[in-house]
């Protein structure tokens, strides 16, 4: 069986960019922007049907290949097997606060003094 997964990746300044790079080169992934790949044919055995199952594949087959740290992130993205809804989850790491949090303007609750 294949499915198509998109990868997201943030190693920083030290990561372990050569051994990720040649793993996605292995399996014949294409660049979509700074940091995310899409590998259209992730080839898996027919024996995976659970989505956590085939989260715990890629992130076993990635341990066994690149050296990551302890600010690494790597993010899986792809369509689910048990609802054929799309999928997501860190491989390594975890969210952190957006860059971008506290740019939009709120809206300022009203209060009710009583008066």
């Known amino acids: 069986m294949k499915k198509t997964i998109f990868i997201t990746f943030e190693l920083g300044m030290r990561g372990d960019y050569e051994s990720l790079y040649k793993w996605l080169d292995e399996k014949k992934a294409e660049e979509r922007g700074y940091g995310v790949a899409i590998i259209k044919d992730y080839v898996i055995d027919t024996s995976i049907k659970r989505d ?16 990551f740290g302890n600010t690494d992130r790597v993010y899986m993205i792809w369509n689910g097997f048990e609802n054929n809804l799309i999928k997501a989850g860190f491989i390594y790491g ?3 606060q957006a860059p971008w949090t506290g740019f939009a303007e ?3 609750d009203t209060i009710d003094l009583d008066i």
Do not use: G, M
Not at 52 to 65: S, W, Y
């Open 52 to 67: 956590i199952d085939f989260l715990r594949l890629v992130k076993k087959e990635l341990t066994q290949k690149v050296s």
């Open 94 to 96: 975890k969210a952190k």
């Open 106 to 108: 709120k809206d300022i």
